[in-house]
């Protein structure tokens, strides 16, 4: 459990005050000392997993908000200095009114703060259709603006010539994936996650790594806000109830009474999908449609633009 400090009292092992209390360490952290902790297991995650290859061509998924703007941040202060890597960032714009214009121009801003190339596309442009439209024919909107979301993310940094597409999920959101297969019993969805998700190759498949996975979401925000980066702290119009949500909530009244919960789930996770063996299918498919790699005949995002009767463009 992660408590924010309020007790201008409480001092870090350093002197410093406070900003943060590891109920599971039992240890107080000033804004420093937690900025080198989270650097420091950034750093961690990409050696222990070689997520990072010489002349690699990383394209950061941003979003504008916290983890992302944290995961571009980091990258830059870490590898700016590697002249054999190539550091640019991604964003899509979903179309949902305002809310998303605000998300781009605080991405816009920290890019220009780095001096990192900012690409921008949109699902209107690739696909021909916005979540505001989508939103007006299905109550599924959140299943949509994922598919469509991964799927242009991966379409463009494959476009852009990226080698790596690194992509801001946190603890929290490694723990909460974890429990919602192991509830929907999907064991191909889960033996993808981890640092470095997916298992096939494909030409068309640019390898994705999650540098951050072991970094609590609080620990972010407060990253962000203690390195003054520009991000968005609006939360989506269309989020709602869902199962990610409910798993999301037991995991956090588990953590609050068991400090420690989601780095053990977590660790529970890279030690077990070692010994699994899982029987693999046939070869990837390239979807009829459109042409993406795809297990289907016909891509996910081809399926459900048909389902809502829209034609990609």
Request: proline share 3%; hydrophobic share 35%; with cysteine.
């Amino acid at each position: 459990m992660l408590c924010l400090v309020v007790d201008l009292t409480k001092k870090c092992e350093c002197g410093r005050p406070a900003i943060l209390y590891r109920k599971y360490e039992g240890r107080y952290y000033c804004d420093h000392c937690l900025s080198k902790q989270v650097e420091r297991n950034f750093k961690k995650t990409i050696g222990i997993n070689r997520l990072i290859e010489k002349n690699d061509r990383i394209c950061v998924a941003l979003s504008g908000g916290k983890d992302s703007s944290s995961l571009l941040y980091l990258f830059w202060k870490v590898f700016r200095n590697r002249k054999d890597l190539k550091i640019f960032a991604l964003i899509i714009d979903e179309g949902i009114g305002n809310y998303r214009k605000k998300c781009i121009k605080k991405a816009e801003k920290l890019c220009e703060n780095l001096n990192i190339k900012l690409h921008k596309t949109s699902f209107k442009k690739e696909i021909g259709v916005t979540i505001d439209k989508i939103a007006k024919k299905t109550t599924k909107t959140c299943t949509y603006c994922g598919v469509f979301k991964r799927y242009l993310l991966n379409k463009k940094a494959r476009e852009l010539g990226a080698t790596k597409l690194a992509v801001a999920h946190n603890l929290d959101d490694e723990a909460q994936a974890i429990i919602m297969n192991v509830i929907r019993c999907d064991l191909k969805r889960f033996e993808r996650l981890g640092p470095m998700p997916g298992i096939i190759r494909d030409k068309k498949f640019v390898p994705r790594i999650k540098p951050l996975r072991n970094i609590h979401e609080k620990e972010l925000y407060l990253y962000a806000t203690v390195h003054k980066l520009p991000f968005s702290k609006r939360h989506c119009p269309y989020s709602k109830d869902n199962v990610r949500r409910d798993v999301r909530t037991l995991i956090d009244n588990i953590e609050e009474k068991y400090p420690g919960t989601k780095i053990q789930i977590v660790k529970f996770y890279d030690a077990i999908i070692k010994r699994i063996k899982i029987k693999k299918k046939g070869k990837l498919k390239h979807c009829k449609e459109c042409g993406e790699p795809t297990n289907q005949e016909i891509c996910k995002t081809c399926e459900l633009l048909k389902k809502i009767k829209l034609k990609k463009i």
